[in-house]
């Protein structure tokens, strides 16, 4: 009897054995993550907290605020008080360069304050 040529190439497939899952497994793996990184290297990188240009920021903001200190002086409520009823003097130092400084003591009792932003229509005029 004689054979067909296709009798070689069976539908039935041939079993694999446990060493071609130990190398294609970890080759699959590989591939994945290396496909994830090349996608993932074309997002900007996120700069973490406190990296430089936080940092530019918030010199930036203080360089300003020193330089309206300076220009305009300190702003209180008329009479040179505060809204808590407290001289200037209770806050402020003035160091031996001149430069005025905050005078740090805990507040009794302890309170947390949230600066909002207030319209100025309803705001009270500070001179």
Known sequence: MATSPLSCFSARPRPRS???AVWLLPAAVLLLLLNR?????????VSPRGSGSVQVGRAELYSKMARDLDERGAAFLKGGETSQSLTLSDLFDTADDGAVVPRLKAADPPVRANVLYMDPKFAAVIS
């Open 37 to 45: 990184w090349s996608h993932m290297a074309s997002y900007p990188s």
């Open 18 to 20: 446990p060493g071609t």
